[in-house]
Every structure is written in C-alpha cells, then in structure tokens.
C-alpha cells in the first residue's frame, strides 16, 4: 500500500496556506504581540502595539494581507518516505504561488536580481525558495513562510573562529541596534550557529517558525538583551524591541564557528498544511 497526492491538491493546498499566512498570523505570535502590549509601559509603545493588533484585526476580517510587502515565497516540505509523487512536485507549488498572486492577491516581489525585471507571479529563477525534507510515513507537509525584505534586510552571518563563541551575544544584539526600527519591531530574531556558510543561514530562518512561547535559558538571555537596547515598537522606544529569540543549531567543522542572525517583524508570517496520502493497492 503506497499514499498518492495529486498534483491538483498541492497546488490548491499551496494557494490556500498562502492565502492563510497572508491574512492571519499564528496564535502564538498574536498572544505574544497582545502580552506585549499589557507589559509595555511605554504610552507611546503601546500606541504603536495597538496600531499592530489592529492591523491585524482588519487583515482578518477584511480577508486581505496584513502588509504590503507580501514577500517572497519560501517553503518548508517534508516529503513521507511511503508517499508516491508520480508528478513534478515543485511545478505544483510553484504554479501554486502564481495562482496565489492573482487570488489572494500578493505584490508581485520577484525580480532578476542584476537586470531588476520583474517576473509579475512571485516566481522566477530560485524563486519560490523550497527546502526539502524527507520524514517517516505516508503523508507531505508543505509549510509557507512568506519574507518582506524590510527584515530580511537586517539580517547578518559571520564566520567567527572557534575561540569566539563568547562573541556571539555581541554580535545578535549589534545586529539587531544597527537594525533599529527598520525590521519594524517588535521583531522575532531567529539564530542559526553552526553548519556552513548558507546552513546557518537556513537555520536562522527555521528558527523563526517555532512557537514564540518556548525559549531556553540561552535563548531567553538574548531576548533580555535585545530589549534592553531600548529600541521599542517601531523603533519609538520602548521596553519590548523583540517578542523572541529561538536558536537552531548544527555540527560544525573544527575550524569554523558560523553564526547567522535572521530578523522578522512582527508579522511572523506562516501557515502549514498536511496533505495524507490516499491509500491504493499496488
């Protein structure tokens, strides 16, 4: 017995995550953007988190996207071992986002990176960025992280020596001051250390998906820093800069210490979708 997914349910899953990603933001981000604002003392902070929860309010009942800038498409799919594909997944999810930029709809953000011509659907050369996995069972995950570049902008890798990891504090907390209110806080801050060069890049920007709720000691001392810097919703002061900081790491050579730093605003955009696969006798 084998699971069989079509090509029609990926690119309908596709167009529909993105549509949820757009338009409404996980509950674990919502809950911590409202803590947030009970915290703050900050007259003028919490006038700019209001703004945020209302933003998000109208997002969702007016059934439009959040922010202007819809960002580029980046997915997360982790593929069951038993599950048969016997069509070109990626065209499913890359037609997925085409259709998505006409029904939900998103600003067309794609651009040949030298000529800057724009393709019009959000695709193109690399684009969407998919990244995939491959797990037990019979099922296709298919998780959609769209990224504005008002915080992908912000972010920052370095290759520190071995002997440098007391650095690492220093260099998130710089990241995050040179950034300032650009990113527009609060932000998440997500923390790839170990790996290569583009690994900790990519582990930065998983980081960002976890639930904001969980953060260990290391994770939570980073936080306390971040919003020590004074920064504050959208860079007008305040005691809350970032809502979480979550660290990924990786195995690294023996003469390498790389350390990614990926920042997100606090529209944390992401929506997943499980497809299971219909059992057939083979």
Wanted: proline letters at 5%; hydrophobic letters at 40%; a negative charge.
């Amino acid at each position: 017995m084998t699971g069989m997914v079509t090509y029609d349910d990926v690119v309908l899953a596709t167009v529909n995550i993105i549509r949820e990603a757009e338009i409404c933001l996980p509950p674990d981000v919502i809950d911590a953007i409202e803590n947030a604002y009970e915290r703050e003392t900050s007259e003028t902070a919490r006038a700019q988190l209001a703004a945020i929860l209302k933003n998000i309010e109208l997002a969702k009942s007016r059934s439009v996207p959040m922010c202007q800038d819809t960002g580029i498409m980046v997915f997360f799919v982790d593929i069951g071992r038993s599950l048969t594909l016997d069509f070109d997944l990626e065209g499913a999810i890359v037609e997925g986002v085409r259709r998505a930029t006409i029904q939900v709809p998103l600003r067309p953000n794609a651009v040949s990176p030298l000529s800057r011509k724009n393709s019009g659907d959000n695709t193109g050369a690399g684009l969407p960025d998919i990244n995939y996995s491959f797990v037990e069972g019979n099922k296709l995950s298919i998780t959609v992280a769209p990224k504005g570049a008002g915080s992908e902008n912000m972010s920052a890798l370095r290759m520190f020596n071995p002997t440098e990891i007391s650095r690492i504090r220093e260099f998130v907390l710089e990241t995050v001051l040179k950034a300032g209110g650009m990113p527009c806080p609060p932000i998440i801050v997500g923390v790839g250390i170990g790996g290569s060069f583009d690994k900790a890049a990519r582990l930065a920007k998983q980081a960002l998906l976890t639930d904001i709720k969980y953060m260990d000691p290391f994770e939570l001392e980073l936080l306390k820093g971040i919003n020590s810097l004074g920064i504050g919703p959208m860079g007008m002061g305040g005691t809350t800069t970032a809502l979480a900081v979550h660290v990924k790491q990786a195995h690294c050579h023996t003469a390498s210490l790389p350390v990614a730093v990926n920042i997100q605003c606090w529209a944390n955009r992401h929506a997943k979708v499980v497809l299971e696969g219909r059992h057939e006798q083979v």
